[in-house]
């Protein structure tokens, strides 16, 4: 079991910026990549971005490349989305997501995630 707890997040304005935090606990050993995701009223739950635990790649939506950066520390089992420029679409719930299969096929896909974190709110006034 791996435990995810995300925190970060709150209200500002279009433009400016946050920093999501997840820390995770438990069978963090099995962990391949841990992915961010969204979900706003009435919508699916979307990539966002995600990393690599071992190797550091990462992997970014269109719709938030160039403006967000995900980035881990390995040593104390977190993972950061550096959130610029941001508009009031990017408004949403934003969750924590840890996987343990391997390879690269599914990485933006939530269904291949296991664990997910409670999640933490995201809003971007215009």
């Known amino acids: 079991q791996v435990q995810l707890v995300e925190s970060g997040g709150g209200l500002v304005q279009a433009g400016g910026s946050l920093r999501l935090s997840c820390a995770a606990s438990?069978?963090?050993?099995?962990?391949?990549?841990m992915g961010w995701f969204r979900q706003a009223p009435g919508k699916e739950r979307e990539f966002v971005a995600a990393i690599t635990w071992s190797s550091g790649s990462t992997y970014y939506a269109d719709s938030v490349k160039g403006r967000f950066t995900i980035s881990r520390d390995n040593a104390k089992n977190t993972v950061l989305l550096q959130m610029n420029s941001l508009k009031p679409e990017d408004t949403a719930v934003y969750y924590c997501?840890?996987?343990?299969?391997?390879?690269?096929?599914?990485?933006?896909?939530?269904?291949?995630?296991?664990?997910w974190g409670q999640g933490t709110q995201v809003t971007v006034s215009s």
């Open positions: 438990g069978r963090t050993f099995s962990t391949y990549t």
């Open positions: 997501a840890d996987r343990h299969a391997r390879g690269i096929i599914g990485t933006m896909s939530p269904t291949s995630y296991a664990y």
